[in-house]
């Protein structure tokens, strides 16, 4: 499996972006699929998660609440994270994963892009 992010780049304050996470294989054979994201000296985090179901759940940090939405197209086995109202402390290299959990025995199987860096100028 092979997640490919793109649509990084340098954005003024307030602005928006959309980042795209293209999986090689039927994004629907995973239970979720999402974002996170690490600034300098800082921990990844979660950012935004969706799952595969028909139900389209979604998980977005509070940090983001309101300015990221999470979605994704089956058809095309791409995720997509829209970011608005950009803020400086949203600069990070964003990382797509895509996680298939095993039930026997229980495990997580987690497969992640290459990060793309989101620059926030104030």
């Known amino acids: 499996v092979q997640l490919q992010a793109s649509g990084g780049g340098l954005v003024q304050a307030g602005g928006s972006l959309r980042l795209s996470c293209s999986v090689s294989?039927?994004?629907?054979?995973?239970?979720?699929l999402g974002w996170y994201r690490q600034a300098p000296g800082k921990q990844r985090e979660l950012v935004a998660a969706?799952?595969?179901?028909?139900?389209?759940?979604?998980n977005i940090a509070d940090s983001v609440k309101g300015r990221f939405t999470v979605s994704r197209d089956n058809a095309n086995n791409t995720v997509y994270l829209q970011m608005s109202g950009l803020k400086v402390e949203d600069t990070a290299v964003y990382y797509c994963?895509?996680?298939?959990?095993?039930?026997?025995?229980?495990?997580?199987?987690?497969?992640w892009g290459q990060g793309t860096l989101v620059t926030v100028s104030s």
């Open positions: 969706i799952s595969s179901s028909s139900t389209g759940k979604t």
């Open positions: 994963y895509a996680r298939f959990l095993q039930l026997v025995p229980p495990t997580s199987h987690d497969y």
């Open positions: 294989g039927s994004i629907s054979s995973f239970n979720a």
